[in-house]
């Protein structure tokens, strides 16, 4: 396991979830993620699907001691590269094409590149990536087809992130292959609209609090 890829296991280690944001309003960033790591949730995947959402990344950056602040739904290299230069300490994607992997070879940040299927896992464990986000998750198979691809994948991670809730978390986090999960339930819509953030202090410490797999080995 390459440097970068190590220091993506110490951010995906250091809680349970991750709480995938896509934030709107600005101001709301820096509330949020104090509110998420008041909680215990660390590693905070702000996604690029708003026009917001790189200046949340640089605001968390810069006011929200605690935590990593990764940048999410990037879908090329320039947005790889805005989002390194924003700050953030990690990205993920829905997917890989050959130019994103290129633009992530030169990164200074590490990345979690999604996957669906088997042969996706493969070519990027032959770049030497094996921590991988499974996307999305329970349309993809869910924890079935994660179980499956245990014994034939032994040296594969995964991050299952889409349709991850309350109700599977925690089978989700008792698979071996399973190094964390992802989600944006930790953060519902009308909880960031109306400040409540004592609720997603609340959620965030459920989350936090989930336990993972004991067979699986960092
Ligand atoms: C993602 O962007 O990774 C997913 O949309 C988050 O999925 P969820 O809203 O089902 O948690």
């Known amino acids: 396991m390459g440097e970068k890829e190590e220091r993506l296991v110490r951010v995906l280690t250091a809680a349970p979830v991750v709480p995938v944001l896509t934030i709107e309003d600005r101001a709301t960033a820096v ?7 008041a909680g215990g949730l660390t590693a905070l995947e702000v996604t690029l699907r708003t026009a917001a959402g790189l ?9 929200v001691e605690g935590c990593n602040v990764g940048a999410g739904t990037v879908l090329d290299a320039r947005q790889m590269e805005e989002a390194a230069a924003a700050g953030a300490t990690f990205m993920v994607s829905p997917g890989v094409s050959p130019r994103l992997l290129a633009a ?28 991988l986000k499974f996307f999305p998750a329970e349309p ?10 245990s014994a034939p994948l032994p040296g594969i991670r995964f991050c299952p992130t889409g ?6 978390a925690a089978d989700y ?24 953030w004592t609720r997603i202090t609340a959620l965030s410490k459920e989350a936090s609090q989930l336990g993972r797999s004991h067979n699986a080995v960092y």
């Open 31 to 37: 509330p949020l993620a104090r509110a998420l790591v």
């Open 55 to 63: 200046d949340c990344i640089r605001a968390i950056k810069a006011e």
């Open 104 to 131: 992530a070879r030169d990164c200074p940040a590490p990345f979690l590149p999604g996957v669906a299927t088997a042969g996706e896992a493969m070519a990027l464990a032959e770049e030497g990536m094996t921590i």
């Open 140 to 149: 993809a198979g869910g924890i079935a087809y994660l179980k499956a691809l």
């Open 163 to 168: 349709g991850v809730g309350p109700k599977n």
């Open 173 to 196: 986090l008792a698979l071996g292959n399973v190094i964390c999960v992802g989600g944006s339930w930790v953060a519902p819509g009308e909880a960031v609209a109306l400040g409540n």
